[in-house]
């Protein structure tokens, strides 16, 4: 028996999600997975962890879960996370990501959880007025995504203020790669992250690259994106729920980047570079909202927690994604 606390992940079966189970482990914590399976693969979750299929707004479900399990913390990820379709379609992103949230939160209370780590995002920032942007830079979300996530920030804060609970939200940038062995990586069909669609189009599952805007206030013309490894940012959630055990009282808003920026052009080189090919890239018209340039200020997470990033190398991160590209061509047959 491990002498840590038990987390229950929410969305354990996506992306980042998988990867947090993977680093809870790798570092000795017993983990629950909670996840709905919309977005989410059951064969991500590893044989030994306990696994709901379920929704988070459940809140019976949860309640129980959490007692059953003996949970002391929750790492958020479960929700919707398309730009795009959150302008289309506002209600779904303001009921997966806030109103789920809220309740995911009163179970959380009701079951004297006392941490609570979550998946939140730069675009809380919408198109910030300086680069690099750092935590305490106006938060003015232009699409419902970011003010979905916004939202449940100021829920948790709120809830924090007045109940034994401590939380640590962690603001994404560009999230990339796979695990180093091979183990989770980006598996959602039709995903627009550009380095999973680069590594699509090497492999011959896209025609092309689409690259939207060419007229960027950049050194190319192209927007300029912080890159994080997805492993990385698993680490950061590790530390950030080490850190909450130490200090019950403190309460933590940190941004998870480099601190360095890449170009759409310099990523779509990066992968011809790691396969010895040249990608077909299509220049297209700008996406609404798109900002030149959208880079972490870092500085606070690396002082407040140990967090040393082990793959901050573009083409490290390029690299684990094309082989995970090619495992999960294996998985799926096809």
Same mark, same amino acid.
């Given at each position: 028996?491990? /002498?840590?606390?038990?987390?229950?992940?929410?969305?354990?079966?996506?992306?980042?999600?998988? #990867?947090?189970?993977?680093?809870?482990?790798?570092?000795?914590? !017993?983990?629950?997975?909670?996840?709905?399976?919309?977005?989410?693969?059951?064969?991500?979750? +590893?044989?030994?962890? #306990?696994?709901?299929?379920?929704?988070?707004?459940?809140?019976?479900?949860?309640?129980?879960?959490?007692?059953?399990?003996?949970?002391?913390?929750?790492?958020?990820?479960?929700?919707? %996370?398309?730009?795009? $379709?959150?302008?289309?379609?506002?209600?779904?992103?303001?009921?997966?990501?806030?109103?789920?949230?809220?309740?995911?939160? $009163?179970?959380?209370?009701?079951?004297?959880?006392?941490?609570?780590?979550?998946?939140?995002? *730069?675009?809380?920032?919408?198109? +910030?007025?300086?680069?690099?942007?750092?935590?305490?830079? +106006?938060?003015? &979300?232009?699409? +419902?995504?970011?003010?979905?996530?916004?939202?449940?920030? %100021?829920?948790?804060?709120?809830?924090?203020?007045?109940?034994?609970?401590?939380?640590?939200?962690?603001?994404?940038?560009?999230?990339?790669?796979? /695990? &180093?062995?091979?183990?989770?990586?980006?598996?959602?069909?039709?995903?627009?992250?550009? =380095?999973?669609?680069?590594?699509?189009?090497?492999?011959?599952?896209?025609? #092309?690259?689409?690259?939207?805007?060419?007229?960027?206030?950049?050194?190319?013309?192209?927007?300029?994106?912080?890159? %994080?490894?997805?492993?990385?940012?698993?680490?950061?959630?590790?530390? *950030?729920? $080490?850190?909450? %055990?130490?200090? !019950?009282?403190?309460?933590?808003?940190?941004?998870?980047?480099?601190?360095?920026?890449?170009?759409?052009?310099?990523?779509?080189?990066?992968?011809?570079?790691?396969?010895?090919?040249?990608?077909?890239?299509?220049?297209?018209?700008?996406?609404?909202?798109?900002?030149?340039?959208?880079?972490?200020?870092?500085?606070? =997470?690396?002082?407040?927690?140990?967090?040393?990033?082990? #793959?901050?190398?573009?083409?490290?991160?390029?690299?684990?994604?094309?082989?995970?590209?090619?495992?999960?061509? /294996?998985?799926?047959?096809?």
């Amino acid at each position: 028996m491990s /002498d840590k606390p038990t987390v229950l992940v929410t969305g354990g079966a996506g992306y980042i999600g998988s #990867h947090a189970v993977l680093a809870l482990r790798d570092a000795g914590y !017993p983990v629950a997975v909670i996840d709905n399976l919309t977005t989410g693969f059951a064969w991500a979750i +590893p044989d030994d962890v #306990h696994f709901t299929q379920g929704d988070i707004a459940d809140q019976p479900l949860v309640e129980a879960l959490l007692k059953e399990q003996n949970v002391s913390a929750i790492m958020h990820f479960a929700g919707s %996370i398309i730009v795009p $379709e959150s302008v289309e379609n506002p209600l779904k992103y303001y009921h997966n990501n806030s109103a789920k949230s809220r309740n995911l939160i $009163e179970s959380a209370v009701n079951a004297g959880v006392k941490h609570f780590i979550f998946s939140s995002t *730069a675009a809380t920032y919408g198109v +910030p007025k300086e680069s690099p942007v750092r935590e305490d830079s +106006p938060k003015l &979300p232009i699409n +419902p995504y970011g003010m979905s996530k916004l939202m449940t920030e %100021i829920m948790l804060a709120d809830v924090a203020a007045a109940h034994p609970l401590n939380f640590c939200v962690l603001r994404y940038f560009n999230v990339a790669g796979a /695990d &180093p062995q091979g183990r989770s990586g980006q598996s959602t069909a039709g995903a627009t992250h550009l =380095i999973k669609v680069a590594v699509e189009a090497a492999l011959g599952k896209r025609s #092309h690259v689409s690259v939207f805007g060419s007229d960027f206030d950049t050194p190319d013309g192209t927007g300029v994106r912080d890159y %994080i490894h997805v492993s990385d940012l698993a680490n950061a959630h590790v530390l *950030a729920l $080490e850190g909450l %055990i130490a200090a !019950p009282e403190e309460n933590y808003t940190l941004n998870c980047g480099y601190g360095r920026g890449f170009s759409v052009l310099e990523v779509l080189d990066a992968v011809d570079r790691v396969t010895n090919m040249t990608i077909n890239r299509r220049i297209e018209g700008r996406r609404a909202g798109d900002p030149d340039s959208l880079i972490s200020d870092n500085r606070k =997470i690396m002082a407040q927690f140990p967090w040393q990033p082990k #793959h901050a190398n573009l083409e490290e991160i390029v690299n684990h994604a094309l082989a995970w590209e090619r495992k999960l061509t /294996d998985i799926r047959g096809a």
